[in-house]
T-cell receptor
Framework: QKEVEQNSGPLSVPEGAIASLNCTYSDRGSQSFFWYRQYSGKSPELIMSIYSNGDKEDGRFTAQLNKASQYVSLLIRDSQPSDSATYLCAVIGGANSKLTFGKGITLSVRP | GAVVSQHPSRVICKSGTSVKIECRSLDFQATTMFWYRQFPKKSLMLMATSNEGSKATYEQGVEKDKFLINHASLTLSTLTVTSAHPEDSSFYIC???????????????FGEGSRLTVL
């Protein structure tokens, strides 16, 4: 059973702080890793994808991947109230594999 | 802009009727699309994988006769909820995988979702 685990949360941070979201996965053969943001009542929106070990930065978002530890994280710098949402970690094992989602963690950024 | 478009965004129907939801990939061809269902405050549940030109693959516990999927073209998949009942009320979301260079597994983009309410 391929699993993707996220901290249960919720996570609350003050505005301007760094929010750190973590995710572990069980399938060592996983190739692609994604972070989605989902606002209440809306569908998920892809915010980051990462495929190789290390860091990938896009604006205030940084994804970190460590395949040896089977760990992927998302850092949100200078958190804003508009970042308040549920963040879903997702993993694909291979080209024809399904996307496996974690249960998501709800982030609340306090003004 | 939107990569995957889904329609309608909201639908209310009477019990026993059928409802069709459309999912389109806007600027790419998608041989595979995915249909998810999400209950309030719950995680996404994959219902089925829609394959262009062939039968859909359903997840365990999902009734194929209840949720009819048609993927007639490389840009369009439809989900029909047949003989809908109140327990079918949910948020249905489609997605399509877009392949670009450097991502051999592609990236999955979601439609806007369709909120179905069965009275």
């Amino acid at each position: 059973q391929k699993e993707v685990e996220q901290n249960s949360g919720p996570l609350s941070v003050p505005e301007g702080a760094i929010a750190s979201l973590n995710c572990t996965y069980s399938d060592r053969g996983s190739q692609s890793f994604f972070w989605y943001r989902q606002y209440s009542g809306k569908s998920p929106e892809l915010i980051m994808s990462i495929y190789s070990n290390g860091d990938k930065e896009d604006g205030r978002f940084t994804a970190q991947l460590n395949k040896a530890s089977q760990y992927v994280s998302l850092l949100i710098r200078d958190s804003q109230p508009s970042d308040s949402a549920t963040y879903l970690c997702a993993v694909i094992g291979g080209a024809n594999s399904k996307l496996t989602f974690g249960k998501g963690i709800t982030l609340s950024v306090r003004p | 802009g939107a990569v995957v478009s889904q329609h309608p965004s909201r639908v209310i129907c009477k019990s026993g009727t059928s409802v069709k939801i459309e999912c389109r990939s806007l600027d790419f061809q998608a041989t595979t699309m995915f249909w998810y269902r999400q209950f309030p405050k719950k995680s996404l549940m994959l219902m089925a994988t829609s394959n262009e030109g062939s039968k859909a693959t359903y997840e365990q516990g999902v009734e194929k006769d209840k949720f009819l999927i048609n993927h007639a073209s490389l840009t369009l998949s439809t989900l029909t909820v047949t003989s809908a009942h109140p327990e079918d009320s949910s948020f249905y979301i489609c997605s399509a995988r877009r392949f670009t260079s450097g991502a051999n597994t592609g990236e999955l983009f979601f439609g806007e979702g369709s909120r179905l309410t069965v009275l």
